[in-house]
């Protein structure tokens, strides 16, 4: 265990819109972690909320930085930039800490290694309190159901025990340490994740800081170990279904429109997309799997899967058409103007 002088210095970055109702729970299992408090700074990176959110963090006296430009991948650049510590752990105000000792397990193997980029949470954590679609998420172990039949998740099940996923690990005891191929990358890098300073200076983060583009960028060049810790990391991804999917929407238009910007490419092969959408429309594989977990740990919300599966490819559907079809309409105008 590590002893106070071993403990080295943490820049908390938490971006932020809007989050007076979460902020406070995220930025109190923070400080109630038993780790020195004076070895912990956290960065606040606003984007000019209209709530209550900077004066709950005017409350702590932690730093409050101004982003502005309504992106959030900014808000974490701009936190990475004026973060003076040798680690950067990223949260957002809707993370909590479930655990007093949660840093301390997750920097310890980092210590030991000087390889290791960065390492996070292989679990969302559980709770039966929580609302139904928010204990979907934790029991599946994504925010996105795709990605759980597209191979891109990077959390197992709350049910599962062993690492199958993608990369090569070893089996550490209370972690996996992991190898990871530029081709076969999970979602790794954004909630609850830590890592070094100096390896994320690296990647091009200027002036957004898109968490999977660099680690691609980190893997490409080599710097391909990172820490999977068999502990989890309370997220309130969404009180009801219709947040949930209002969420997903979000992400896939935030997705097309910053495509430009990205060096990390999510294209699929057409097969296995299709055969993806495919199982997911029809509802048999994932009632299937919602039978499963059911059968392991009685919870209702399994049973959210195959209405979120159905739900999500006909909204991915209409978004990307949508999107597509914007862009040809813009084309023709702009090819008129030129003529």
Aim: with cysteine.
């Amino acid at each position: 265990m590590l002893n106070v002088k071993e403990m080295p210095s943490i820049n908390v970055i938490i971006p932020t819109f809007n989050e007076e109702k979460r902020l406070k729970k995220c930025i109190d299992s923070v400080f109630s972690q038993d780790y020195p408090s004076d070895k912990i700074e956290i960065i606040v990176v606003d984007d000019d909320s209209t709530d209550n959110t900077i004066n709950i963090a005017k409350e702590y006296g932690i730093k409050i930085l101004r982003n502005g430009h309504h992106n959030i991948e900014i808000g974490k650049s701009i936190g990475l930039q004026h973060s003076k510590h040798p680690y950067i752990l990223f949260l957002d105000a809707d993370n909590v800490l479930p655990y007093s000792n949660w840093i301390r397990q997750i920097i310890e193997p980092l210590l030991s290694d000087k390889e290791i980029v960065g390492a996070e949470p292989i679990y969302f954590q559980y709770n039966r309190k929580d609302a139904p679609s928010n204990r979907y998420c934790s029991l599946f172990g994504i925010n996105d159901p795709s990605a759980f039949y597209l191979g891109k998740r990077d959390r197992l099940m709350w049910i599962e025990k062993k690492w199958d996923l993608l990369g090569k690990v070893k089996d550490c005891g209370d972690h996996y340490k992991a190898t990871f191929s530029i081709e076969a990358v999970p979602t790794i890098g954004s909630i609850g994740f830590l890592a070094r300073k100096d390896m994320l200076l690296k990647t091009n983060y200027k002036p957004y800081f898109f968490h999977m583009d660099a680690n691609r960028e980190l893997i490409e060049k080599g710097f391909n170990k990172y820490i999977l810790m068999k502990i989890g990391i309370i997220h309130m991804h969404c009180d009801s279904s219709f947040v949930f999917l209002k969420k997903l929407r979000r992400n896939i238009g935030l997705y097309l429109i910053q495509s430009p910007l990205r060096n990390y490419d999510w294209t699929t092969d057409k097969i296995k997309l299709a055969y993806a959408a495919l199982l997911m429309v029809t509802f048999i594989r994932p009632f299937y799997d919602s039978m499963i977990g059911y059968s392991k740990l009685r919870d209702k919300a399994w049973f959210l899967h195959p209405l979120f599966c159905f739900s999500v490819v006909l909204m991915y559907g209409i978004v990307f058409a949508d999107f597509k079809i914007r862009k040809l309409i813009g084309r023709i105008f702009q090819r008129n103007e030129n003529n």
